[in-house]
């Protein structure tokens, strides 16, 4: 008996993101070439172009396997550019983005940490044509038995199924294990589902439209009638990444469904993720694709700081990369030339080795203009609804140019609380010149430390 459900592959980084809400995508023309300022992303354009054209290579399916290093200074646009990315190829591509720093933990192996990432940057499309009963609940009702076991109790010995399609109506008399699935998935009445004939799981689609006035507030998709006959063959469609077949696999009793296929082949007790079950995974997998059952979706695994990377994790990198089933894989570095870390000797350039950089496309990304600071300030501004005067505006790109677009960016909360506290609704150059005096940028922080040096601890 197979159960369908979702597996929930949700991002916990949103809070991580929020200071890119207002990039909605690269901002290209039809011919790749970039607006100067659109989408919510300003100058960079040269490296918005070749962002485009790694989109372009990635929906053609001409990159997997291959890498692009995106080099600048910070708060030059590297993770901008690299969301953009994602927003660019959709939803229906895996993106998976982690900071370099991020595989290093007490529980997993850092090469085990890469793994699992590079596993949830690989997609697959599964198409399945599958006899189904599909309608709108019209009857739902559970048929009582007295308890062959004797004692008092009632048991469930059919339920009786109502359905409503385009074309006709259809009472399905049930198993009761196939109740417990209706159960689960709560579905009344009204509620557009199907079920597969061959292993009797339930999917709910949504609420039938003719309810849809009922009530307004209600978080419910609606969906109309099928059409079509109620009893029928349909094509469904699943988007999983190897991670949740791997997920699936090593929890049988979990989510299934597509997993319903690959549980069906290897119904194991395994509890945890060992290469031997990816290895399996992998094979299945590719039997699949060479049948055409399923498509290869490979995505993106952005690695943000990738020079916080270890000598190991470039190693596997390597690797990884070269492997039959790959994902695009796109690195963000602030490093000029640095030390590689987990090593005394090498150093090479981004604090990527050589062997590495070899084989990567390199996108630089440069430092903005007056013009472009106070554009991109402008916007933020907006976004976080902040008013700020034009005036303000001016001082704080300028005090941009001279540390950085960030600290001009960061320096707009601050001051927009100290103009509330001045009881101003709106930033006024004071509120910016107050900031800088109680937040001082990188540069001035280090001069401080330079020439005070002896007061701080070594
Ligand atoms: N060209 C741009 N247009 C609009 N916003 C930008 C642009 N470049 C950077 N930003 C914004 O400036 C901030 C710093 O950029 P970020 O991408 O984090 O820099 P980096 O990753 O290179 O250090 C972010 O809030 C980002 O969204
Ligand atoms: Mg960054």
């Known amino acids: 008996m197979v159960t369908i459900s979702e597996v929930k592959t949700g991002s916990p980084r949103e809070n991580r993101t929020a200071a890119h809400t207002h990039i909605k995508g690269l901002g290209l023309r039809a011919d790749g070439t970039a607006e100067k300022t659109s989408a919510g992303f300003v100058g960079q354009e040269s490296a918005r172009e070749a962002c485009g054209i790694i989109v372009d290579l990635i929906k053609a399916k001409k990159m997997s396997g291959r890498a692009v290093l995106l080099a600048g200074g910070p708060g ?3 993770t901008a550019l690299a969301l953009a990315i994602s927003q ?11 900071v370099g720093s991020e595989i290093y933990s007490a529980e997993v192996k850092k090469t085990e940490a890469l793994m699992e990432n590079f596993r949830r940057a690989i997609g697959l499309r599964v198409k399945e044509t599958k006899e189904v009963y599909e309608g709108e609940v019209t009857d739902l009702t559970p048929e009582e038995a007295e308890n062959p076991l004797g004692g008092y109790g009632k048991t469930i010995s059919h339920v009786i199924v109502g359905l409503k399609s385009g074309k006709g109506t259809k009472k399905l008399r049930l198993d009761p294990s ?15 589902i199907y079920i597969e004939a061959n292993t009797g799981a339930v999917k709910r689609v949504g609420r039938s439209d003719a309810y849809a006035t009922e009530f307004d507030l209600e978080a419910e998709e609606y969906v109309p009638i099928p059409k079509g006959e109620v009893h029928k063959k349909k094509e469904i469609v699943q988007d999983v990444t190897l991670h949740d077949l791997d997920v699936a696999n090593a929890r049988p009793q979990g989510g299934q469904d597509i997993m319903s296929m690959m549980g069906q082949l290897m119904k194991p007790k395994k509890t945890e993720i060992t290469d031997k079950l990816r290895a399996e995974i992998n094979k299945v997998v590719e039997k699949y694709i060479d049948q055409g059952v399923a498509e290869l979706v490979p995505g993106v695994l952005f690695i943000d700081e990738v020079h916080m990377l270890d000598i190991e ?8 990369l070269e492997a039959k089933i790959a994902p695009i894989v796109i690195l963000a570095s602030n490093r000029g030339i640095c030390t590689i870390r987990g090593t005394t000797d090498i150093s090479s ?6 062997d590495l950089l070899g084989r990567l496309l390199i996108v630089p990304t440069y ?7 106070r554009t991109i300030v402008r916007i933020r501004a907006k976004t976080e609804g902040i008013d700020v005067e034009d005036a303000a505006i001016d001082r704080l790109a300028t005090r941009g140019v001279g540390t950085s677009l960030r600290y001009a960016l960061q320096l707009l909360t601050p001051a927009m609380i100290l103009s509330r506290v001045a009881g101003r609704a709106r930033i006024e150059v004071a509120d910016v010149d107050e900031c800088e005096s109680l937040f001082i940028d990188a540069k001035r922080s280090a001069a401080i430390v330079e020439r005070g040096g002896d007061a701080f601890l070594e």
């Open 313 to 320: 994790c470039f190693t596997y990198l390597n690797r990884a």
């Open 76 to 78: 030059t646009g590297k």
């Open 367 to 373: 430092p903005y203009d007056l013009t472009d600071i």
């Open 178 to 192: 196939i109740y417990e699935s209706i159960q689960k998935e709560r579905v009344t009445t009204g509620d557009v």
């Open 349 to 354: 350039a981004h604090g990527v080795p050589t």
């Open 88 to 98: 660019e190829l959709g939803t229906k591509v895996p993106f998976r983005p982690i």
